[in-house]
């Protein structure tokens, strides 16, 4: 009981999670600040924007549903929470593990995106329902690819179990290097679900205010903003632990260096890429993602295949 | 209590959000503004974030002589940013009215509508005038540390 309670709150759940969080936001605006030439935020600006946030007047519009309105943040926050207890950190083997669990971590790690999406459609204001069709509309161009280029692995591994995956590619040393056509899938897709730059369309501040959080502000606004870190460094640890699969059974400290230099790593990508690229329209999204993404995680998914039939009898 | 007052009070000092809104200036005071939210002048080493809602904000920044069409308006954004709220005057037109000072379609100044923190003079006030008033704003908050910081908006004019 004590120990499921240690688990939910403090490791490898909440609090880590939340520190984790907003050391991945701190490191990913100071890359954004150094490769635009200047100095950048303080190490503990995302503490004192959260602090802030949750010390200020919550208001809620009176057109608004108040009951959505509010547990929109939490549910978020709780969703990207919970799939970490399913991704194996450090070492092979998750908190919990059964067979099936990466279509749920994938299904929690939706979640946060459709409670952008009700959030914003049940704040009423005109700007946040305009963000909100435009996070579901996102949402349909990069889930599939998604999907299909997460899946590709695990068909290799023979398993929907990430622990057993983590176990498979552990003993088969170098057979990750064939998903890396996935894993460039599952960045494009990351900056989607995570709305970062280019696929920032949701809350575009310089064409529609902010988009989904437009009506959102103090606590709730910040429960949403940690969500959106906790997400970032899940969703990162899904991708190191499906598709950089190594350094395990190394020991429990230096696996856990090597897990967090993984995360980095792809939260500087991630950060590389909001530098260098441009907001694209939502259409230009969609058709980038159709014509150009999701063929690539079908390829993917046919290597996979044919190494399935010529490695593994 | 006094421990967590004080942690509110220096995320409150770190973490200002501001949003801008032009009052019927020139122009000249909001480029200056945008100026000094580039790369170049580097506000986000204060923690200072432009966002576009009022609901994000903790300070506005106007600029310019309100007028008498802009009156309502201004109100209603500073209305619909959540307490503690601070208002920054930029620009001799927003702190005095400067030349269009009793001028048949102006109010002013924006003191005559809102409680004003901070004034910036100049015209137009340079991307560093502004930069210095708003961390003299911020170190104006810390001195108050102890007493609880609201924003001056409960003895609204």
């Not at chain 1, 802030?52 to 608004?64: Q, R």
């Not at chain 1, 899940?234 to 020991?251: D, E, K, Q, R, W």
Request: proline content about 6%; charged content about 15%; overall charge positive.
């Amino acid at each position: 009981m004590i120990a499921a309670f240690f688990n939910l709150l403090i490791f490898p759940g909440f609090l880590f999670l939340a520190i984790f969080g907003l050391a991945a936001e701190y490191i990913d605006r100071i890359i954004y600040a150094r490769l635009q030439n200047r100095m950048g935020p303080p190490w503990f600006q995302p503490l004192a924007d959260l602090i802030k946030l949750i010390a200020k007047e919550d208001v809620i519009p009176c057109e608004a549903n108040p009951r959505m309105f509010k547990m929109m943040p939490i549910l978020a926050l709780t969703a990207a929470v919970t799939a970490s207890f399913y991704i194996p950190l450090w070492g092979e083997r998750a908190l919990f593990s059964f067979n099936g669990d990466l279509v749920v971590v994938l299904y929690l790690l939706t979640i946060p995106t459709l409670t952008f999406f009700l959030g914003g459609w049940y704040s009423t204001s005109l700007f946040s329902k305009i963000g909100a069709m435009r996070a579901i509309t996102q949402l349909f161009a990069y889930e599939v690819p998604l999907f299909i280029c997460i899946l590709a692995p695990a068909l290799l591994a023979n398993t929907w179990s990430l622990s057993e995956m983590a176990a498979f590619y552990a003993a088969h040393p170098f057979y990750w290097t064939f998903n890396l056509i996935g894993f460039g899938v599952a960045l494009i897709a990351m900056l989607g679900k995570l709305e970062k730059v280019p696929f920032d369309i949701p809350e575009a501040e310089t064409e529609i205010v902010a988009g989904t959080f437009t009506e959102y502000s103090g606590k709730l606004l910040g429960f949403f903003k940690l969500a959106i870190d906790v997400e970032a460094v899940v969703g990162a640890s899904l991708l190191a632990a499906v598709f950089l699969p190594f350094g395990y059974g190394i020991g429990s400290y230096l696996g856990f260096v090597i897990y967090v230099a993984k995360v980095l790593f792809i939260i500087c990508l991630l950060a590389l890429s909001r530098t260098i690229f441009a907001r694209l329209r939502i259409d230009q999204m969609m058709e980038f993602c159709w014509k150009y993404v999701a063929p690539l995680a079908f390829v993917q998914l046919v290597i996979d295949l044919a190494l399935k039939g010529v490695l593994i009898r | 209590m006094g421990l967590v007052r004080k942690i509110v009070t220096w995320a409150r000092i770190k973490s200002p959000w501001i949003i801008h809104f032009n009052t019927g200036a020139c122009n000249a005071c909001d480029i200056e503004i945008v100026a000094a939210l580039t790369p170049r002048y580097d506000l986000e080493r204060f923690g200072i974030q432009l966002k576009g809602t009022p609901r994000h904000a903790d300070v506005l920044v106007c600029s310019g002589p309100v007028t008498k069409q802009i009156t309502p308006r201004l109100k209603r954004i500073y209305e619909q940013m959540p307490e503690p709220k601070f208002v920054v005057a930029v620009g001799t037109c927003s702190c005095s009215g400067g030349v269009f000072q009793g001028c048949y379609n102006v109010e002013s100044g924006i003191d005559e509508v809102l409680p004003v923190s901070a004034y910036i003079p100049g015209c137009p006030a340079s991307p560093k005038a502004i930069i210095d008033g708003v961390t003299k704003l911020l170190m104006s908050l810390e001195d108050k540390e102890g007493s609880r910081i609201q924003g001056p908006g409960s003895g609204k004019k």
